[in-house]
Antibody
Framework: QITLQESGPTLVKPTQTLTLTCTFS??????????VGWNRQPPGKALEWLAV???????HYSPSLGGRLTITKDTSKNQVVLTLTNMDPVDTATYYC???????????WGQGTLVTVSS | DIQMTQSPSTLSASVGDRVTITCRAS??????LAWYQQKPGKAPNLLIY???SLESGVPSRFSGSGSGTEFTLTISSLQPDDFATYYC?????????FGQGTKVEIK
């Protein structure tokens, strides 16, 4: 079955760079039509889409993050990495990675990881 | 960016009620719309994709309809397990965007 797991720091300081890793199983990111995305949710607030990368390296980002995001994949390790530079307290949120197939929404999600930005 | 506006923001209903949530897009997204259910402290769960396709394993009391800019999620007979927050998401035009959520509460 498909599973995803986020990992990374739970606490980062303002101006630091956040690096989150999504390790998955049950599918390959080299399979046509497959993608992995990142979403986040500040405490008590709505979901926000951040980025997605597809099997063919088609990649898209939310412009609201002003160019601070990078998403990469390592097909051999079954991992997708998200980096977010210049962290600010407003970036405090639970970060989720999720799987999708072309034509569908995010059908499988990781459990999420809470990242707090504080000095 | 496409704005997704859900209504209502909060809905109070009883077990057995028929519940409808609306999602409006600021421009046409064809049928590229998904609905998710989220419970406190949990990841979202995909209910509907492509506006009206039921995700595998999701109970048939959930249904979706609409195209273009107007979409609805209907729960035909609300069950105790359905009290949660529901989000729509458009994935037709980048950047993808979520609605602000609709919380379904016990009346």
């Amino acid at each position: 079955q498909i599973t995803l797991q986020e990992s990374g720091p739970t606490l980062v300081k303002p101006t630091q760079t956040l690096t989150l890793t999504c390790t998955f199983s049950g599918f390959s990111l080299s399979t046509s039509g497959v993608g992995v995305g990142w979403n986040r949710q500040p405490p008590g607030k709505a979901l926000e889409w951040l980025a997605v990368i597809h099997w063919n390296d088609d990649t898209h980002y939310s412009p609201s993050l002003g160019g601070r995001l990078t998403i990469t994949k390592d097909t051999s390790k079954n991992q997708v990495v998200l980096t977010l530079t210049n962290m600010d307290p407003v970036d405090t949120a639970t970060y989720y990675c999720a799987h999708r197939k072309i034509g569908s929404g995010f059908g499988y999600w990781g459990q999420g990881t809470l990242v707090t930005v504080s000095s | 960016d496409i704005q997704m506006t859900q209504s209502p923001s909060t809905l109070s209903a009883s077990v057995g009620d028929r519940v409808t949530i609306t999602c409006r897009a600021s421009q046409s997204i064809s049928s590229w719309l998904a609905w998710y259910q989220q419970k406190p402290g949990k990841a979202p769960n995909l209910l509907i994709y492509k506006a009206s396709s039921l995700e595998s394993g999701v109970p048939s009391r959930f249904s979706g309809s609409g195209s273009g800019t107007e979409f609805t999620l209907t729960i035909s007979s609300l069950q105790p397990d359905d009290f949660a927050t529901y989000y729509c998401q458009q994935y037709g035009i980048y950047p993808w965007t979520f609605g602000q959520g609709t919380k379904v509460e016990i009346k």
